[in-house]
C-alpha cells in the first residue's frame, strides 16, 4: 500500500486556477482601499467591499450602470464639477493608458435610503491591459478625506490662529499620505498572494 505521505498531489490545471482565481477575488474583496472596476466606457463592473462601505451602496444596485448615472453630481450643489472632473480624467487614462491622480475633489453622494451627503475624495483612475495592449477595464480608487476637510476642530483651529485655507487642506493631505501607506500595504500583500498563485501553477 503506497504511502499517502509519499503520493504525488497532481491537480488539475482547472482546479489550480479556480483556486487562484479564489485568491485574487479574495484579496480584492477584503482590500482597505475603496476600488471600482469600469468597463472602457464606463460601466460599473464591480466594487469591492470597502468601496461600498465608503459610498453606503449596495454591489447590485451599481452593476452594470453607467458611472455618472449611478453617481451623478448633487442636484443641491449649483457649483458641482465632479462628473465632468472624474469624466476629464478617465479620458485621459483612456487616452494615454497611465494612472491619472486627481487633486481633492468634492463630489457629493447619495447613499441608498439616505439623504444627500457632502463628501471630498482623492481619486485616482488607471488602466488595465491584456499582454497585447488591450484595455480591459478602468480602476477608480478613492480615499474619502472628508472628515479632515470638515472637521469642526480645524475649522476653529483655522479661525483662532487666522491660518489659510491650505492648511486645512494639508491635513486632507495627511489622510492622503495615509492611504496611501494603506495602498503600500495592499500591494505588498498582493505580491505575496501572486507568489502563491505562481506556487500553485507550478504544482
Known amino acids: 500500500m503506497a504511502d499517502a505521505r509519499h503520493t504525488p498531489n497532481f491537480r488539475s490545471a482547472a482546479a489550480q486556477m479556480q483556486q487562484?482565481?479564489?485568491l485574487y477575488r479574495e484579496l480584492f474583496d477584503r482590500a482597505p482601499l475603496p476600488l471600482l472596476v469600469l468597463t472602457p466606457d464606463c460601466r460599473i463592473a464591480n466594487a469591492n467591499d470597502a468601496y461600498l462601505t465608503a459610498t453606503g451602496r449596495q454591489r447590485e444596485?451599481?452593476?452594470g450602470f453607467d458611472m455618472f448615472e449611478a453617481f451623478p453630481d448633487s442636484p443641491h450643489d449649483p457649483q458641482a464639477d465632479g462628473v465632468r472632473n472624474l469624466s476629464t480624467s478617465f479620458?485621459?487614462?483612456?487616452?494615454?493608458?497611465?494612472?491619472?491622480?486627481?487633486?481633492?475633489q468634492r463630489y457629493d453622494i447619495q447613499?441608498?435610503?439616505r439623504p444627500w451627503?457632502?463628501?471630498?475624495?482623492?481619486?485616482?483612475n488607471w488602466a488595465v491591459r491584456d499582454e497585447a495592449g488591450l484595455m480591459l477595464a478602468l480602476i477608480h480608487h478613492v480615499s474619502d478625506v472628508t472628515a479632515s476637510v470638515l472637521e469642526p476642530s480645524a475649522q476653529v483651529t483655522m479661525v483662532i490662529s487666522g491660518q489659510s485655507a491650505d492648511d486645512l487642506?494639508?491635513?486632507?493631505d495627511?489622510?492622503?499620505r495615509q492611504a496611501k501607506h494603506l495602498q503600500m500595504e495592499t500591494r505588498r500583500d498582493l505580491l505575496i498572494v501572486q507568489r502563491r498563485v505562481r506556487n500553485l501553477l507550478r504544482g
Open 20 to 22: 487562484a482565481e479564489g
Open 61 to 63: 444596485a451599481l452593476a
Open 91 to 104: 479620458e485621459r487614462v483612456l487616452g494615454t493608458g497611465q494612472r491619472d491622480l486627481m487633486p481633492l
Open 111 to 113: 447613499p441608498e435610503d
Open 117 to 124: 451627503e457632502v463628501r471630498y475624495w482623492h481619486p485616482a
Open 169 to 172: 487642506l494639508a491635513r486632507a
Open 174 to 176: 495627511a489622510a492622503i
